[in-house]
Nanobody, 120 residues
Framework: VQLQASGGGLVRAGGSLTLSCAASGRISSINAIEWYRQAPGKQRELVATITKGGVTNYADSVKGRFTISRDNIKNTVYLQIHSLEPEDTAVYYC???????????????WGQGTLVTVSS
């Protein structure tokens, strides 16, 4: 499974942004896709998850402002971020948890990250 994250940029506080995570490879083996972020000097944190069944989950710190969704035709997962705050400044990564029965492999693939910078 390969992931390509995009959509980051410089945004003013209060604005909105949509990040994209395009998946390729053995799509059917993906169990869930997550969005993480890593702010300067901080540990990477999980912010949102969407499972194969469409169940979503969010970190408490982003509930109400972040929305994770997917387009199964485009094999893409989105992260909409509203009411951006300077504290949202981070590199955002998407990751896919997969289990591939034919090859008996289980693992996690990471996208390359996309930088979101929020100016005050």
């Amino acid at each position: 499974v390969q992931l390509q994250a995009s959509g980051g940029g410089l945004v003013r506080a209060g604005g909105s942004l949509t990040l994209s995570c395009a998946a390729s490879g053995r799509i059917s083996s993906i169990n869930a896709i997550e969005w993480y972020r890593q702010a300067p000097g901080k540990q990477r944190e999980l912010v949102a998850t969407i499972t194969k069944g469409g169940v979503t989950n969010y970190a408490d710190s982003v509930k109400g402002r972040f929305t994770i969704s997917r387009d199964n035709i485009k094999n893409t997962v989105y992260l909409q971020i509203h009411s951006l705050e300077p504290e949202d400044t981070a590199v955002y990564y998407c990751a896919a948890d997969y289990s591939d029965i034919p090859t008996m492999t289980v693992g996690r693939s990471w996208g390359q990250g996309t930088l979101v910078t929020v100016s005050s």
